[in-house]
């Protein structure tokens, strides 16, 4: 055997071993896995809006990027402050497979409540802590800034202006189209003040401002909302907004109560003077007396009529009854009693004795009636000579009625203190007629029988009209009769500030009438 190379024999070992080979079914050696967890990337991470119209710059994009290793499973988009002006849009998917993506768009919808700032955060995974996208409003822009203090508590009646400063806050120049408005009611009006500022749209340079004003003029105490809102040229959106509640008060409440009363019954005692003296006012007292009669006739009041003479305490003749067929000339034959009397007149105490229980004008008589008013008219020419002081006898006729106001005392003759050209004065019938609230004429006129009459009517009472204190807040108005409230049947009159019901609804006497209202308070 022929001898080897030596460089053959110097070979290392491993040259003569064979690799070895993996067992027949063995699995392969694994690969290592990568280092990976959810998650989710958010770009971009912070958005800042600019003020100007809108475009894309009032509406961005946020893309959403799952990690690479595993599904990832959008929860919730949202903003986290209700009152930041931004909103976000509809996602494109909620499952995003290892690496996709998906995007969202946030809007900026400026709403006047001054917040510049907010998050956009996207809940994914079931993980406690969201992706989050910084959001920054417009550095300024539109603003309503109030002046309305004033219109707090107002009272019910008065009205009073208030208003807000509309304020470009931003540095760029903005162009106001439209500010418009709302209110609850009609008592909250707005003025754009279109001398001060111009007709719209307003040009407003960063920091300008425009005015507009608000009027207040309360009917009730409901509060009354306004709602302002202003919106830029090109802007589907308000760019400022305010509301605002307005807020009165009711002055106190005034009660004004009447009964309306019965239509009025007089009785009417005629004391005429029968002395000599009286021959030249004599001829004049019968048509004098008619007159009376049809004045009271027309009024509509159930008068009883009875005539006596300054010496004799008879009637001379039946009570004649206003309305009666030919009530006027029957007394005014009773009223010619002629002058054949002494000179000694002495009616104050003819008329004491007629009105005495005893008496044919007293209590119980057919004169004289229970609910009535006494009347008792004098004429004379002259002072009284009887033995009854005036004051006796006005006490005394009071005395026979309920209501001391319901005995009045009328004197018909001459003038205090130096009498008329035929005729000189009764001193004590005109004291008398003065302390029982009772009417004074001369005797040497031609129309006393007017005088008298206005008298006995008094001031008459109209049951359909009832006259009010103070100024009323009409709307306050409310109406009861008998306590029952009448919302219909009447009218307020502000011209002469009375109530007045129709003919139908007119209160029928002895009705109580209450008129409730709150009045229009002093406004200063």
Not at 43 to 55: D, K, L, N, Y
Not at 95 to 104: E, R
Not at 420 to 434: K, N, W
Request: net charge negative; charged share 20%.
């Amino acid at each position: 055997m022929p001898a080897l190379p030596l460089l053959f024999l110097l070979a290392p070992a491993c040259l003569f071993h064979d690799t070895p080979e993996s067992e027949p079914g063995a699995e392969p050696a694994p690969t290592p896995e990568p280092d990976c967890t959810m998650s989710l990337t958010v770009s971009p991470q912070s958005i800042t809006f600019a003020v100007g119209e809108g475009g894309s710059d009032r509406a961005v994009p946020v893309l959403l990027t799952a990690s690479d290793c595993e599904v990832v499973t959008i929860d919730r988009v949202a903003v986290d402050d209700a009152d930041a002006p931004f909103k976000v849009g509809a996602l494109g998917a909620v499952i995003l497979p290892p690496g996709a993506t998906t995007s969202f768009f946030v809007t900026y919808e400026p709403n006047g409540l001054g917040v510049t700032e907010g998050v956009a955060e996207v809940s994914y995974g079931g993980l406690a802590e969201p992706a989050t996208i910084a959001l920054h409003a417009p550095s300024g822009d539109l603003v309503f800034e109030p002046e309305l203090a004033e219109l707090a508590d107002l009272e019910v009646g008065c009205d009073a202006e208030g208003g807000y400063l509309l304020r470009n806050t931003s540095l760029d120049t903005v162009l106001v189209d439209d500010v418009a408005w709302s209110s609850s009611s009609g008592e909250l009006t707005v003025d754009l003040l279109e001398a001060r500022n111009g007709p719209l749209p307003w040009t407003l340079a960063g920091g300008d401002q425009a005015a507009v004003r608000v009027a207040y003029e309360p009917i009730d105490d409901t509060d009354d909302d306004l709602t302002l809102t202003a919106s830029l040229e090109g802007q589907a959106w308000n760019a400022a907004s305010a509301t605002f509640t307005a807020t009165a008060t009711w002055a106190e409440e005034v009660v004004l109560t009447w009964t309306a009363p019965f239509p009025a019954t007089p009785d009417v005692l005629l004391v005429v003077d029968d002395s000599a003296s009286m021959a030249e006012e004599a001829a004049g007292i019968p048509g004098q007396v008619e007159w009376i009669v049809e004045a009271l006739e027309a009024a509509g009041l159930s008068a009883h009529f009875a005539v006596i003479t300054t010496r004799e305490a008879e009637l001379q003749g039946p009570v004649v009854l206003s309305g009666d067929l030919e009530a006027a000339e029957t007394l005014a034959a009773q009223s010619e009693v002629g002058t054949e009397g002494a000179g000694d007149s002495m009616g104050l105490t003819t008329a004491w004795q007629a009105l005495q229980p005893s008496g044919e004008a007293g209590p119980g008589s057919a004169f004289l009636r229970e609910d009535s008013s006494l009347h008792v008219v004098f004429i004379v020419d002259g002072p009284d000579l009887g033995s009854v002081p005036w004051a006796d006898f006005v006490v005394y006729g009071q005395s026979l009625r309920t209501d001391a106001a319901d005995f009045l005392v009328h004197a018909i003759t001459g003038d205090a203190p130096s009498g008329c050209a035929t005729a000189a004065p009764g001193l004590d019938y005109i004291d008398a007629a003065t302390a029982s609230g009772g009417t004074f004429a001369s005797i040497c006129s031609t129309n006393w029988g007017e005088t008298v009459a206005d008298a006995l009517i008094g001031e008459p009472f109209n049951a359909a009209r009832y006259e009010l204190e103070g100024v009323p807040v009409s709307v306050s108005i409310e109406v009861y009769v008998d306590g029952e409230r009448i919302d219909e049947g009447w009218s307020y009159s502000s011209g002469d500030n009375a109530l007045e019901f129709t003919e139908e609804a007119t209160p029928v006497p002895g009705s109580v009438v209450e008129i409730r209202y709150r009045p229009v308070p002093d406004c200063g």
